[in-house]
């Protein structure tokens, strides 16, 4: 997890500290383990003269993102509403595979089939994409509060 903190020096740079927290894993007997934890601690300097070239970067990339999400909903919506859940992964690609090797007159017919596990997929694969940006985005717009009101030191 990662914990940022934004201070206006004295001499008026932006102090930026990250922490970053996360578990350590290691595979242990075949399984990946946690044995541990790490955080790991970035600090910044950004001159004063910079601080609004770093805020119009941050928004930049908050309304790409922002973009993103609007184009993962509009794909979303054209996807028919099937319940990724209804059919296992692993069941799915085994699908497709036996789809792929069957004969053509076979492929053609199973052709509504595929085209669904395609659908069913891509969909989860927006739910997911959807799922990160949207982390990214709550980052991105508590930096932007962080960078209009600094702790002053």
């Known amino acids: 997890m990662e914990k940022k903190k934004f ?18 894993m290691l595979p242990v007997e075949g399984k990946n383990t946690k044995i541990g934890e790490f955080t790991q601690v970035t600090e910044q300097r950004i001159d004063k003269e910079h601080i609004p070239s770093l805020k119009a970067y941050v928004k930049g990339q908050r309304d790409m993102a922002k973009k993103q999400m609007d ?29 792929g090797k069957g004969s053509k ?3 053609k017919e199973m052709k509504v089939l595929n085209d669904n596990l395609a659908r069913m997929q891509q969909k989860k694969q ?12 709550e980052q991105m717009e508590a930096d932007l509060a962080n960078i209009e009101k600094p702790v002053v030191l």
């Open 7 to 24: 201070e206006l020096e004295k001499d008026g740079k932006l102090r930026v500290v990250i922490n970053n927290k996360s578990d350590l």
């Open 71 to 99: 184009q993962l909903d509009e794909g979303l919506k054209k996807l028919i509403a099937v319940d990724e859940n209804a059919i296992p992964d692993k069941v799915m690609q085994e699908c497709a595979k036996a789809i």
């Open 105 to 107: 007159a076979f492929r």
């Open 126 to 137: 927006f739910l997911q994409q959807k799922e990160f940006i949207g982390k990214q985005l």
